[in-house]
């Protein structure tokens, strides 16, 4: 994807502390699954180029997906590592239709790449996210 010696952080979270984040960041007053933080964006975003940024995850909210989809606790965290890396260099769900189908044929890709075939991934393709 373009990002040959890049790093990021992967955090993991509880509600609360998601909830929060998402109302300061995102002005959105409850959890949610996965959130993204770029780091190279913005006026200082070329100081640390190879640094991509921080992906969170609600360890509470992943675990109610997994029961929710009847999918393994450990491809539901895949999946939502995916989908925040995918932020990370740019793609976005919510921009348009064909936004969220490139970003959801990429998903697909890298998640073939960690060994999950597409239909252990039926749930996600169904959600559109």
């Not at 975003?45 to 393994?72: K, N, W, Y």
Request: glycine fraction near 10%; include cysteine.
């Amino acid at each position: 994807m373009g990002f040959i010696d890049a790093e990021l952080s992967i955090v993991i979270v509880d509600d609360g502390e998601m909830a929060r984040l998402n109302l300061l960041y995102r002005r959105v007053d409850s959890t949610t699954d996965v959130l993204a933080f770029p780091m190279h964006e913005g006026e200082f975003g070329d100081i640390v180029p190879e640094l991509l940024g921080d992906v969170v995850i609600s360890a509470p909210t992943a675990h109610v997906m997994s029961g929710r989809f009847q999918c393994p606790l450990p491809t539901i965290l895949d999946v939502l590592v995916v989908h925040g890396i995918l932020h990370l260099v740019g793609y976005d769900h919510e921009g348009s239709i064909e936004a969220s189908r490139q970003m959801q044929e990429k998903s697909v890709e890298l998640l073939g790449m960690l060994g999950h075939s597409r239909e252990v991934l039926d749930w996600y393709l169904k959600s559109g996210e």
